[in-house]
């Protein structure tokens, strides 16, 4: 069983970066898709970005972070990260890292596994 372990999140101002890493506790993170997901206050559960199993894997992103957050991995280190930049009052949420067969459903929660406690990420105006 593959444990995920975020770390990273904080405060920021709007227009701000910041780096979140995920990491695994298994070789076996390299078998799955990584995927980010967050949960802003009072919200459900949304896809952020998706990254396929190779170190070189497909990259997917919600249209709300299109162009502003990149998701990178490297298998070797079992570790991912989400660079975010830009960062808006909207971003404001907990972010998770999560890894299963995400296949054609990988914005949607379902298909991932293993899944980590979370990461505050709080961006001020």
């Known amino acids: 069983q593959v444990q995920l372990a975020e770390s990273g999140g904080g405060l920021v101002q709007a227009g701000g970066s910041l780096r979140l890493s995920c990491t695994a506790s298994?070789?076996?993170?390299?078998?799955?898709?990584l995927a980010w997901f967050r949960q802003p206050p009072g919200k459900g559960r949304e896809f952020v970005a998706a990254?396929?199993?190779?170190?070189?894997?497909?990259?997917f992103y919600a249209d709300s972070v299109q162009g502003r957050f990149t998701v990178s991995r490297d298998n070797a280190k079992q570790m991912a990260w989400l660079e975010m930049t830009s960062l808006q009052p909207e971003d404001t949420a907990v972010y998770y890292c999560?890894?299963?067969?995400?296949?054609?459903?990988?914005?949607?929660?379902?298909?991932?596994?293993?899944w980590g406690q979370g990461t505050q990420v709080t961006v001020s105006s």
């Open positions: 999560a890894a299963g067969f995400g296949g054609s459903g990988y914005s949607s929660p379902a298909p991932y596994y293993y």
């Open positions: 298994e070789d076996t993170f390299s078998h799955y898709t």
């Open positions: 990254i396929r199993r190779n170190n070189a894997g497909k990259t």
